[in-house]
């Protein structure tokens, strides 16, 4: 579980993620990253609609993303908003394969940040 600090939770949040973040695409996520200046710990925030799957395939898609999004708290610097959306091929991949994706794809774009 993520702590509360590190999740972000404001719709207003949400939008400005997505729509002023970096993007990259991978087969199973689109991860939206945005970074500020702002002094706080990094925030993730994750979109799983109901394309995914019925409510219990939705939530253990929330649920893996979160568990890989723990791991990986520590290589995000500080003031970064990560918005990761599930597309419906998630429902069938493997934690590792997720895990795989979105540290490769978030590391890419906190790179070339």
């Known amino acids: 579980m993520l702590a509360q600090a590190n999740r972000v939770v404001r ?3 949400f939008r ?3 729509r002023k973040g ?3 695409s991978t087969p199973h996520t689109t991860i939206h990253v945005l ?3 702002e002094s706080r710990p990094s925030r993730f925030g994750f ?3 109901k394309a995914v799957g019925g409510a219990v395939v939705r939530n253990t898609v929330r649920r893996r993303l979160r568990a890989v999004c723990r791991d990986i708290l520590d290589t995000v ?3 970064t908003d990560v918005v990761i959306r ?3 091929a998630s429902a069938d991949a493997a934690w590792a394969t997720l ?3 979105v540290a490769d794809g978030l590391g890419s774009v906190v790179r070339r940040s």
């Open 11 to 13: 719709p207003g949040d």
């Open 16 to 18: 400005t993620a997505v």
């Open 22 to 24: 970096r993007r990259v």
């Open 35 to 37: 970074v500020t200046s």
């Open 47 to 49: 979109i799983v609609t």
């Open 77 to 79: 610097p500080d003031g």
């Open 86 to 88: 599930a597309l419906p």
């Open 99 to 101: 895990h795989s994706e």
